[in-house]
């Protein structure tokens, strides 16, 4: 069965971390490139992260470059999102997203292969 599982969301206060984890079975997450997203209520779905297949690239949102990093165990078929300096703004179910086409991070959204359940990420102000 194939599937991605999100780990590591919870409640932290302003300025607090967390490491989201994102785990593949039933398939090699080595081929794919990885993206992050999130939502937020009342809010669409956005793009957070996102790294290459080969950890060759790796781009960030504006809103947080140089707060966030993301990274990739393939070993373990694992992707991994460090969140530093968090935010009240980035409250957000977050999802990790698989795409086939693993060497670039300009898919769009849609084109994501296979998405997690998604992991709660709340910011105390």
């Known amino acids: 069965q194939v599937q991605l599982v999100e780990s590591g969301g919870g409640l932290v206060q302003s300025g607090g971390s967390l490491r989201l984890s994102c785990r593949a079975s039933?398939?090699?997450?080595?081929?794919?490139?990885i993206g992050w997203f999130r939502q937020a209520p009342g809010k669409e779905r956005e793009g957070v992260a996102c790294v290459t297949h080969s950890i060759s690239t790796m781009h960030y949102a504006d809103s947080v470059k140089g707060r966030f990093t993301v990274s990739r165990d393939n070993a373990k078929n694992t992707a991994y999102l460090q969140m530093t300096a968090l935010k009240p703004d980035d409250t957000a179910v977050y999802y990790c997203?698989?795409?086939?086409?693993?060497?670039?991070?300009?898919?769009?959204?849609?084109?994501?292969?296979?998405w997690g359940q998604g992991t709660q990420v709340t910011v105390s102000s």
């Open positions: 997203a698989a795409d086939l086409s693993g060497s670039s991070c300009t898919a769009p959204i849609e084109m994501y292969d296979y």
């Open positions: 039933g398939f090699t997450l080595a081929s794919y490139a």
